[in-house]
């Protein structure tokens, strides 16, 4: 077991691809993917590691490279991913998987292809359709197979690998016991016996490190005996769900814990929608994984699941006794935004309060008109 | 220029420029007309393909995408745009998007057809765009309308064959639901014969849009953008069909006479992104004065093409659903870079491109981002000039005029360049 300063500063430290790099020195072919809900744990049945490109707000500050090649109107996740795939010059990535999500992601592969062709460079990219038609709609698990063994085929052919059951089954096993710790981990905070700034540092641990060291790590923390002294959480403050495609940057998670409000829960791609379901099918990736995008947790990427995705909040709102709800806007993402004066109506008739807040690429340094914004509504909450 | 002959010129309304009002006076109010005396209503997204409907006795479509089109050349776009800002939607929000929404939530007011009478059915799909699905999403849970979801794979190569017959499925499926939902029978007769209007429809389209190899051009863009309206309005109809032979006809005729929209055109230019429906007249009207003409458009040649092509996919006469689901991909927007580059070059060397104006449209980022790298092919590898404008294709607010000129005449000042440059022998 590590000590918490150990673990602080393994977390502090926000590099990714300093990290990815760490899983390239014990000898495996490492594959990006984007965006969050990519097939893990059949690359790591693969023998592959697979590291989830997203969040890398505090490990790519500029993105000179990926101005070249994107418009500013596009998202800072895209921006920060280009930026940082193309800024990866000892190509630390032995290739790249995304599947369809929105409209700005689908165009990255071939302007990835362009951006390091321009240095002589090249990266495999795996492509695959994930079926967003609803299920009750049209029966897409033939489809769906079909294109989840052509990119098993795929992946064996580039990387000389084949494909195992068993190692199969083992690599869901750890999966399954990463996303239940992520559980554990968020039940800590609702409790107010963890930070939300600290939870969310562990959770974008697990983006870029290997499951079984994630794992590792969360025991580690979850051994703890008491919170650490320089956490400021509130164990009776008003609770507050947040919502968004990013966690919020770390100074303004930072702004809602010292306004006194407890993060009671999540709905951020990155954590919560990330983790919440694993299937119970093992025997079979095509079912395992028609099963684990048809009964993922509702998110504004996947199409289909557009229909759960109130009744889905309304549930976390009511389990978690939250009075607010936060919703962290990134800016230009327009799956998020459709949903958003919906959710904000139906919550208020709840009697639920809501806040919105939109993040762009330099957020991070012009917060201060946030915290007014966020004392005033954890004021209301209070009152 | 002989006096005889300067009188045929400058841009002439023809037959066809002025059926074209009728035409989509007519659609809008059958659509109002039919639907208030019953007809089961569905609106689609731009792409869904309305000769299904066509097989149905007493089923009528509306595409909100079109009407916000509309809306934004009758000028109303930032006023619809506001109103859907003003209920909390983000003005990021295509604004197609926030047109047809301001426009709906206030009841059609102020919107050039009254609006659109309210559906039964949505059915969007994501190839053009995936927002759209959340677009219609919107409907779907503020009045309960039922929302069948079209998920058609992106294409970075050309379709395969099980997208297709994944395509084929759904379509089936919304066979099936209409004819639940609306207690109508299909009627494959009734679809073969308005795909084959619609394919004879594109074959004249293409015609049209070919008048454009001419020097001078026998066509602007800005005509072929508004001539769109009716394959999105009267799909799979015999009033298409003979309204596009004649504006081909009509065209042919005009170049044989010697009759151009830009007489002395001097730049023959390519647009590549959404019309910029709040400045056709005034942006074609600038151009022509400084004898620039742009005369195609990548979003107005992929009508009747498939991925990567320029010219006309036919119909062979075959199963005309499996036709519909192999063109389902004609738009730009589900391509990659390696197919939009492909047709682009074929149009470029087909009619004779000088220069290429890339529209960067923050509504459309489908269209749009992609386009730096695109500009950069075309201009290494083809050689071509091209220049990147800002632009909004349905909210003005967003566009600056000054600027977008100013980077389209310097477009015109590098064509000048290399055309110097190519005359003293430079490589």
Not at chain 2, 187 to 205: C, G, I, K, L, T
Request: net charge negative; charged share 25%.
């Amino acid at each position: 077991m590590k000590d918490a300063e150990t673990i602080n500063e393994r977390l502090e430290l926000v590099d990714a691809n300093h990290k990815i790099r760490s899983l390239k020195e014990n000898s495996a072919k490492v594959i990006g993917c984007f965006p969050l809900y990519p097939p893990l744990e059949l690359f790591h049945s693969l023998g592959l590691a697979p590291v989830v490109l997203w969040g890398f707000k505090d490990s790519v500050k500029a993105v000179d490279s990926a101005n070249r090649h994107i418009q500013g109107y596009a998202c800072s996740v895209a921006r920060h991913l280009v930026e940082f795939v193309l800024s990866d010059r000892d190509q630390v990535m032995d290739g790249l998987f995304m599947y369809n999500a929105c409209d700005t992601l689908r165009n990255l592969p071939e302007i990835l292809h362009c951006g390091l062709g321009e240095t002589g460079r090249s990266l495999r990219i795996f492509k695959m359709h994930i079926p967003m038609a609803p299920e009750q709609q049209t029966r897409t698990s033939g489809y769906f197979s079909s294109r989840m063994l052509a990119l098993i085929n795929e992946i064996e052919q580039a990387f000389d690998v084949a494909f195992s059951l068993d190692k199969f089954r083992h690599s869901v096993a750890l999966y399954r016991e990463s996303r239940s710790l992520c559980k554990e981990l968020e039940s800590q905070v609702a409790r107010g016996a963890m930070s939300y700034a600290r939870y969310s540092r562990i959770i974008r641990e697990g983006c870029f490190t290997a499951v079984e060291q994630h794992i590792e790590l969360m025991k580690d923390v979850l051994k703890e005996k008491t919170p650490l002294p320089d956490e400021s959480v509130s164990e009776s403050g008003p609770a507050v769900i947040v919502s968004g495609i990013l966690p919020p940057p770390f100074t303004l998670i930072d702004a809602l814990e010292n306004a006194g409000l407890r993060i009671a829960g999540n709905d951020i791609a990155a954590q919560r929608r990330s983790y919440a379901f694993t299937p119970d099918v093992v025997d079979d990736p095509c079912l395992y994984y028609q099963d684990f995008y048809l009964h993922h947790f509702p998110c504004p990427t996947l199409l289909f699941s557009g229909d759960k995705r109130i009744a889905t909040i309304k549930n976390l709102v009511t389990a978690t006794g939250a009075k607010g709800f936060v919703f962290i806007g990134e800016k230009f993402c327009e799956n998020e935004y459709f949903e958003i004066p919906y959710l904000e109506k139906v919550l208020k008739e709840s009697g639920i309060a809501t806040l919105s807040l939109e993040i762009s690429i330099d957020d991070d340094e012009n917060s201060e008109g946030f915290f007014t914004r966020i004392e005033a509504f954890a004021e209301l909450l209070k009152n | 220029m002989p006096e005889e002959q300067k009188e045929k010129t400058g841009h002439q309304k023809t037959g066809a420029g002025k059926r074209l009002s009728n035409i989509m006076l007519n659609d809008y109010m059958q659509l109002h007309q039919k639907a208030g005396n019953g007809a089961f209503v569905v609106w689609i997204a731009i792409v869904v393909p309305a000769e299904l409907f066509s097989g149905f006795e007493n089923v009528v479509y509306a595409v909100p995408e079109s009407h916000a089109a509309m809306s934004a050349g009758k000028g109303v776009g930032p006023l619809q745009c506001e109103k859907a800002e003003g209920k909390g939607f983000s003005p990021d929000l295509c604004s197609y998007a926030r047109i047809d929404l301001g426009t709906a939530f206030d009841g059609g007011k102020d919107s050039p057809t009254f609006g659109l009478p309210k559906p039964h059915l949505l059915v969007s799909d994501n190839n053009n765009c995936s927002l759209l699905v959340k677009w219609f999403d919107v409907y779907h849970r503020e009045w309960g309308t039922p929302h069948f979801i079209l998920d058609v794979p992106f294409c970075y190569e050309s379709q395969k064959e099980q997208d297709l017959d994944y395509i084929l499925l759904q379509f089936r499926d919304l066979i099936h639901t209409i004819e639940t939902m609306s207690g109508q029978r299909f009627d494959p007769e009734r679809f073969r014969e308005a795909v084959q209007y619609s394919a004879e429809a594109m074959m004249h389209w293409k015609r049209f849009l070919k008048t454009a190899a001419h020097r001078p051009s026998g066509l602007t863009v800005f005509d072929s953008f508004v001539q769109m309206a009716p394959f999105l309005t009267s799909r799979g109809t015999k009033a298409l069909t003979d309204h596009y032979r004649l504006l081909a006809d009509e065209t042919q005729e005009c170049v044989a006479q010697g009759i151009f929209p830009v007489p002395n055109e001097k730049y023959r230019l390519l647009w590549d992104n959404i019309a910029p429906w709040h400045q056709l007249n005034k942006m074609s009207t600038r151009l022509a004065a400084l004898n620039a003409n742009i005369i195609a458009a990548s979003y107005t040649y992929c009508m009747g093409s498939l991925e990567g092509e320029f010219d006309l996919y036919a119909y062979d006469g075959g199963d005309p659903l499996r036709y519909l689901a192999r063109a389902q991909n004609f738009s730009v927007c589900p391509h990659g870079l390696e197919l939009r580059y492909r047709s682009m070059q074929k149009a470029i060397e087909s009619i004779g491109i000088d220069g290429v104006v890339f529209a960067s449209n923050r509504s459309c980022k489908v269209y749009s981002i992609m386009q730096m790298d695109l500009l950069k092919r075309v201009t290494e590898k083809l050689d071509v000039p091209a220049v990147m404008i800002d632009v909004d294709h349905a909210d003005a607010r967003k566009y600056t005029e000054e600027n977008a000129f100013l980077r389209i005449e310097a477009l015109l000042e590098l064509i000048d360049i290399k055309r110097n440059h190519s005359r003293a022998g430079f490589a």
